[in-house]
């Protein structure tokens, strides 16, 4: 199994309140090869966690919490000031959890609180990303997920990269820009990065065919004298 084959199995578990924010960090994701789960609250994620919001601590390791390990989230992101239970307290639910605390979260906010961070980073979350979410911001979450896999993993191939991901490493900047103006200005789902990704897509299928026909048809020309 290569690195690229291994990362298309990662499922991230996406948390936010915010319809646009919620929308631009699964484009990130999607456009990154995580698989993508979005839940607009903490009481959703720990339904698909397979915990209930009732109790205190102690109740996350109950027989409640068995089936767990069977929806597979390799990571949850979570943004921080949500209504109801905010991202800390979704923080704490999770690594009160003996079945899901090696699942790793980074939490998310828009307001740069040092104690707020470090509150959070000391209380078992691997990563603290400031709004706008970018897409460098999602090769970070690599680390903490591959180190996970790594005894089943094979050194990466860079010839065998998908012609999609190749796409995406040549312009992610303009490609996350787009996305981000996209779902900022009409808050549009994962499709609205996907007519650049097919326009470029064309344009290359197209100099490639024009390429090769020029290559090809120059063994047949004859100079006239």
């Known amino acids: ?48 966690l397979g915990l209930r919001d009732e109790g205190d601590d102690s109740s996350s390791s109950s027989p409640t919490s068995s089936s767990a390990p069977e929806v597979g989230v390799n990571l949850i992101i979570t943004d921080y000031c949500m209504p109801g239970m905010t991202g800390y307290d979704l923080l704490r639910r999770v690594k009160g959890s003996s079945s899901l605390k090696d699942i790793p979260v980074v939490i998310m906010s828009s307001e740069n609180v040092p104690a707020r961070i470090s509150r959070c980073l000391e209380d078992g979350a691997e990563e603290f990303f400031l709004k ?3 897409l460098a911001d999602m090769k970070k979450l690599k680390s903490h997920l591959v180190r996970r896999k790594q005894p089943q993993l094979q050194p990466p191939q860079p010839q065998e990269k ?17 996305v981000a103006a996209e779902v900022t200005a009409t808050g549009i789902t994962s499709d609205c990065g996907g007519g650049s990704r097919k326009r470029k897509a064309a344009m290359m299928e197209q100099d490639g065919t024009t390429n090769a026909s020029l290559s090809g048809g120059s063994g047949g020309l004859a100079v006239e004298t």
Do not use: N, W
């Open 162 to 178: 998908p012609q999609q991901q190749q796409k995406a490493e040549l312009a992610p900047t303009e490609l996350v820009e787009e």
């Open 1 to 48: 199994m290569t690195v690229v084959d291994a990362e298309a199995r990662f499922h991230v578990l996406a948390v936010d309140d915010s319809v646009i924010d919620r929308k631009l960090i699964e484009m990130l994701l999607r456009t990154s090869s995580y698989q993508v789960t979005t839940v607009d609250s903490g009481s959703k994620a720990l339904e698909v």
């Open 132 to 134: 706008p979410v970018k």
